[in-house]
């Protein structure tokens, strides 16, 4: 089982997203805080896509070759709310890339 841990940090000006995936720490700094962040998985090109959902700016892309089902799972460390919108048309930045 391969997991990806994804946090955000607000800092003074800008937002650390940190990705946590099979050990390895990646960081992604931004100045705008996205009210919304897609998620795109092309399973069979092997990648997995975090985006601005408002600017379709990626903050994040992860290569896997997938050989098993892929289950996702969403969780929040502090009380809050999640909602998660399925089926929703793929951004242009993804229709011709």
Partial sequence: TRRLTVF???????????FLHTGVVS???VT?????????LD??????????????LVLFTIRHKFTDAAYP???LEKAGAL????????PEFVKYG
């Fill in 8 to 18: 955000c940090l607000p800092f003074s000006c800008s937002f650390l997203y940190r």
């Fill in 27 to 29: 960081d992604v700094r």
């Fill in 32 to 40: 705008e805080h996205p009210a919304r962040i897609g998620i795109l």
């Fill in 43 to 56: 399973y069979n090109a092997g990648r997995l896509l975090f985006f601005n959902a408002e600017r379709g």
């Fill in 73 to 75: 799972a969403f969780a």
């Fill in 83 to 90: 909602t998660l919108h399925t089926g929703m048309e793929p």
